[in-house]
């Protein structure tokens, strides 16, 4: 292709163009895909034995399912396809998300679903103890989390020079007051900060929301402290997803699918999986593809309307 030209970057979405601002911090694209054209999943199943899937944009958008992808996952299922849920949704409890893809129509084996909310879990059964601040909104809820010494943190700057190190989980609540008091904190004296949702935004009914990766970049832009990131695209929700499937998983019949291109895409990329990317139903959807994939170097596998 081409290099794509300033003026149709102009139109791209703003997640896009702020992923490309911090692009040096992610994965490097392991190798292009042949971004192959097909309608959607039912199309080049063939070729795969495993699908991993995001959730918005992919299964659905808002608090409706995307039309016609439960049936067809249904019958992904039905023919012995292995289909899991990999996604950056870390601010709910597993059961909450369980109860959403039910009421969604769709039908997934608890261990199925793979979240960054879990490869943090994972992550803090390995920590050293340590009194934590927590940065999550009132559905945060400690399910799955292991016995944590950690406190809530809000308005006052006490309690961010209290704790030991941070635990970024959710952003519903936080604000820029927030922020800048654990900008101030981690200047004064830097510890640790791990990210449990490396997105920067999501998509929602009134606007795009601003994610916990979108803070936790401007964090080490003002304060040296570097996060640790736990989802997509780094490659320890791949590996807890992967680990799942077993020793033999063939990963060129793996087919991770996703509405992004820096996140779904490239993660997989790193991981070993082939990639497949939506354009019709999420973020890129009004974005024209392959300037996207020109000027980001990223290109997935295969191009898809729809799951």
């Known amino acids: 292709m081409d290099h794509a030209s300033p003026s149709t970057l102009c139109s791209a979405p703003l997640g896009f163009t702020a992923y490309e601002a911090i692009r040096h911090r992610l994965p490097a694209p392991a190798r292009p895909g042949a971004a192959r054209r097909a309608a959607n999943l039912g199309e080049i199943m063939d070729h795969f034995d495993t699908v991993l899937l995001d959730a918005f944009g992919v299964l659905n958008r808002g608090q409706d399912p995307i039309p016609g992808v439960p049936e067809r996952i249904a019958a992904l299922q039905a023919a012995g396809k292995r289909v899991m849920v990999v996604s950056n949704a870390a601010g709910f409890s597993h059961a909450t998300l369980m109860a959403r893809y039910q009421r969604l129509g769709y039908h997934f084996d608890a261990a199925d679903v793979v979240t960054s909310r879990k490869t943090l879990v994972r992550q803090l059964e390995q920590e050293a103890p340590r009194h934590w601040g927590m940065i999550a ?17 809000a308005d006052d700057i006490a309690d961010y020079h209290a704790v030991e190190g941070f635990l970024f989980v959710g952003a519903s609540e936080w604000t820029p007051a927030r922020q800048d008091l654990l900008t101030r904190s981690l200047q004064a004296n830097p510890r640790r900060l791990l990210v449990a949702n490396p997105d920067l935004l999501a998509p929602q009914a009134g606007g795009d929301s601003t994610e916990p990766g979108t803070f936790a970049h401007q964090i080490q832009d003002a304060t040296g402290v570097e996060p640790a990131f736990y989802g997509k695209p780094f490659a320890n929700i791949f590996e807890l997803a992967l680990e799942r499937l077993g020793p033999g998983i063939d990963r060129e019949r793996t087919l991770m699918v996703g509405d992004t291109l820096h996140t779904d895409v490239l993660g997989g990329q790193a991981a070993g999986v082939r990639t497949a990317l939506v354009t019709q139903t999420g973020v890129l959807a009004d974005m024209d593809i392959d300037a996207a994939i020109d000027s980001s170097g990223i290109a997935p596998d295969w191009i898809i309307d729809q799951a």
Request: proline letters at 18%; glycine letters at 12%; charged letters at 25%.
């Open 137 to 153: 909104g009132q559905q945060f809820g400690p399910d799955e989390f292991p016995p944590l010494d950690y406190r809530m943190l």
